[in-house]
């Protein structure tokens, strides 16, 4: 069974950090990359960051350069999201998504509650 299951998330002031795991089992993690979305209210879902199969490349999107990382353990099979300098419009729900593009699979998790307030 797949399963993909974040955590970290939680509440934290503006300019504190965080860190979130993605932890899955079910499928071969080193064939998959992966890629962190959010999802504020009442917005569509976006891209955070991605990672390749065997982390030797990582994309973000523009507003979180500098400020988010992702990584991966292969032997832990856990993907990590480092996040600092938090501001509120970094509040979110995050997910993790793995993707097999050779064999068109697609997993994703439920999420987790970024809540960045004072």
């Known amino acids: 069974q797949v399963q993909l299951v974040e955590s970290g998330g939680g509440q934290v002031q503006p300019g504190g950090s965080l860190r979130l795991s993605c932890t899955t089992s079910?499928?071969?993690?080193?064939?998959?990359?992966f890629s962190w979305y959010r999802q504020a209210p009442g917005k569509q879902r976006e891209l955070v960051a991605s990672i390749t199969t065997r982390g030797e490349s990582t994309i973000y999107t523009d507003s979180m350069k500098g400020r988010f990382a992702i990584s991966r353990d292969n032997d832990k099979n856990t993907v990590y999201l480092q996040m600092n300098s938090l501001k509120p419009e970094d509040t979110a729900v995050y997910f993790c998504n793995a993707d097999n593009f050779k064999f068109g699979s697609s997993y994703w998790g439920k999420g987790t509650l970024v809540t960045v307030s004072s």
């Open positions: 079910g499928f071969t993690f080193s064939s998959y990359t």
